[in-house]
């Protein structure tokens, strides 16, 4: 969850401690305290990228981590939220990589890794934003239906627009915001390196105009 629809490195998810995360109504908000760059901390808006159901499993998860530590007085931004039920007071970032890891691997094999997942957040990100366009629309609806969720889809443009609607022809300042949550110094990483979905938008454009100077 926290690498495929909140882009975090595989540091920042074994530093997040539950005082890291601020669940307000319907949003979920990830204090990225600890990077491997500056450009890398950050807040994620996670109730952007993902459904409500994943968003909801989410919640779940830490008031279940929550309750593993309950016996214990301690500040909660002392625990982490990945890892094994151990003291609190031994708690190590190390720790949780291991973990984190390890329970990726016996889910998927070798198929994935987080960074993988981190790729897929951004190209899947990326389709979402040309979702008007109809090949775009078909993609979507066949493989992730759940992605073109109203609430979901508004939060996202609402997130990478700051609020603004914005003509489909001004769509840069919206990559530059999806980069920078993305945790990139520069959005030429996430363009060039990420975005793998970036020719099916291109040929979905493409059909477009040639269709419109057809008509």
Not at 23 to 29: D, K, M, Y
Request: hydrophobic residues 40%; negative net charge.
């Amino acid at each position: 969850i926290l690498a495929y629809y909140g882009s975090l490195r595989v540091i920042a998810i074994t530093h997040l401690t539950i005082n890291d995360i601020h669940i307000v109504e319907n949003e979920v908000w990830l204090n990225v305290r600890v990077s491997k760059s500056e450009a890398g901390k950050r807040k994620v808006p996670l109730h952007a990228f993902a459904p409500t159901k994943i968003l909801d499993r989410f919640i779940q998860l830490v008031d279940e981590r929550y309750a593993q530590f309950d016996h214990v007085n301690i500040a909660s931004k002392n625990i982490f939220l990945i890892g094994e039920d151990e003291d609190p007071e031994t708690q190590q970032p190390e720790h949780g990589v291991l973990y984190a890891l390890t329970l990726l691997k016996s889910v998927f094999g070798d198929a994935l890794d987080l960074h993988t997942l981190r790729h897929n957040f951004v190209s899947w990100s990326f389709l979402r934003l040309f979702s008007q366009l109809p090949a775009i629309n078909n993609i979507l609806n066949h493989y992730a239906p759940n992605l073109l969720e109203p609430m979901c889809h508004h939060q996202l443009e609402r997130h990478l627009s700051w609020g603004r609607h914005q003509p489909s022809s001004e769509w840069t300042h919206l990559f530059v915001e999806l980069s920078r949550i993305t945790g990139h110094t520069n959005f030429q990483t996430t363009a060039l390196h990420y975005t793998h979905t970036l020719g099916p938008v291109v040929n979905s454009l493409m059909s477009s105009s040639v269709d419109e100077v057809a008509a």
